[in-house]
């Protein structure tokens, strides 16, 4: 890579946690919006620092707050990210610490600071010089212990409520790199034929014998890298997620409706299992309801796409009933905080209140356009009992209607294993 090609990169990584962290924006949103800045050839190593960052971010604050007196502010503050890229490449990436801190200098002049060149190189030098007692003391504050792991005090709290035995391991989990689950379309291979295609191209991959569609890679790739990936052999789909279409057990013949369906992983699912059944996919996002055609397309499957709000119905659906329901509820996505680390530092605790009370009220207003002998799954990717258990246990307690088919299903984040992920399937009786 030339200079002018390294110093953009951290030059654009610091913008782009700027404008996650100063700004209240998604990363991946951020990232696509930057995406025409980055050559092809340094994308991957542009995620690599901008989801680092935000899943060891109490690490990297912590080492500037102690080395600086002040804290940069105003329209100098884009520099305090930028310490960020520089100090996170020399703890957590391959890249040597001269060329980490020399390039990240350099990206002080496209950040057009060139006057604080000085103070970011003394920081980052200063950090080397004094990086094992500094990670020591990070380590052995006691104050620190929230810090440590690496998650805002409010969602500790919740988690230590919810999982008294398994707080710790779900945090442990939140702050590994997301493991690369593969969904295999059993209509064009088994997993064990895939496999073996991943094999020639010298990817490693296992299977779960739980579902019938799962492969995890021992390394992720990327998709482009995926044998016959734009002809629809296979989708990229976390293990948690692909459940919710052989909970929901579709039919062939059956009018089935997917509501908040973006980016279209569990419509295509849907239609993969049962390739005749007639989908209604909508999504209050058109943007994002775009994905679900791209996703369609790219495996030669139909469904109706509409821009519709969980909240309206009868302004899309036109007074049909449906034999099936997937209700992917809008959620604080707290099971996939390893995917999306940004969502510890977007997220509030005030949040939770709003987002159960959307829950609930799309779940009442969907419930009349599920047949009666119809079968609803609610799902969320959050592992907060507010959005799930508690969410459903009322809505049964005020359907008479409604009745829990089963058990729950509360996945929560695992090494090597599934996203976090909840799952209620609900019969209409008359």
């Given at each position: 890579?030339n ?10 990584c ?35 620092i ?36 520089g100090?996170?490449q ?17 990206a ?14 003394g920081?980052?030098r ?112 976390d ?70 709000d ?17 209700l ?45 002998g ?9 592992i ?47």
């Open positions: 890579m200079n002018r090609s390294h110093q953009n990169i951290r030059a654009i610091a913008q782009a946690i700027f404008n996650v962290l100063e700004e209240g924006q998604s990363l991946s949103a951020t990232l696509i919006t930057l995406n025409h800045k980055i050559a092809d050839k340094d994308k991957a190593l542009v995620q690599e901008c989801f680092g960052v935000m899943r060891v971010l109490p690490e990297l604050n912590f080492y500037i707050h102690t080395l600086m007196s002040k804290v940069l502010t105003g329209k100098n503050r884009i520099l305090h990210y930028l310490l960020l890229v100090i996170y020399t703890l957590y990436t391959r890249i040597p610490e001269h060329a980490a801190v020399g390039e990240t200098v350099n002080v002049n496209t950040l057009k600071k060139t006057q604080l060149k000085g103070l970011i190189n920081v980052l200063e950090f080397l010089r004094q990086q094992t007692s500094l990670q020591q003391k990070f380590t052995q504050d006691s104050k620190q212990q929230n810090q440590q792991s690496l998650h805002p005090s409010w969602l500790l709290t919740r988690l230590k409520q919810a999982y008294p035995q398994q707080w710790q391991a779900i945090v442990n989990a939140n702050n590994q790199k997301p493991p690369m689950w593969l969904r295999v379309n059993l209509n064009r291979y088994t997993v064990s034929e895939y496999q073996q295609l991943l094999a020639e191209q010298q990817i490693e991959s296992d299977v779960l014998p739980e579902l019938p569609s799962a492969l995890r890679l021992l390394s992720p790739v990327n998709v482009t890298k995926l044998p016959y990936f734009d002809e629809g052999a296979v989708t990229v789909q293990l948690s997620a692909q459940y919710a279409a052989y909970l929901l057990a579709p039919q062939n013949g059956e009018y089935i409706l997917d509501m908040c369906a973006a980016p279209g992983g569990k419509t295509t699912h849907i239609l993969e299992v049962a390739p005749k059944a007639q989908v209604l996919a909508v999504d209050v996002d058109s943007s994002r309801a775009k994905r679900i055609h791209e996703n369609l397309t790219r495996l030669n499957l139909y469904a109706e796409v509409r821009v519709g969980g909240l309206t119905p009868e302004r899309w659906c036109e007074g049909q009933q449906f034999d099936r329901i997937l992917d509820a809008p959620c604080s996505a707290t099971g996939v905080i390893r995917r999306h680390p940004d969502i510890k530092w977007l997220r509030r605790d005030s949040d939770i209140a709003q987002l159960t009370a959307l829950q609930y009220a799309i779940l009442n207003r969907i419930w009349p356009y599920l047949k009666t119809g079968t609803l799954v609610y799902a969320t990717c959050s907060l009992p507010d959005e799930n258990k508690l969410q459903i246990d009322r809505f049964l307690q005020e359907n008479t209607s409604a009745k829990l088919q089963g058990e729950f299903k509360q996945f929560l984040p695992t090494e090597n294993g599934g996203d976090g992920f909840f799952y209620a399937i609900l019969k209409k009786h008359s």
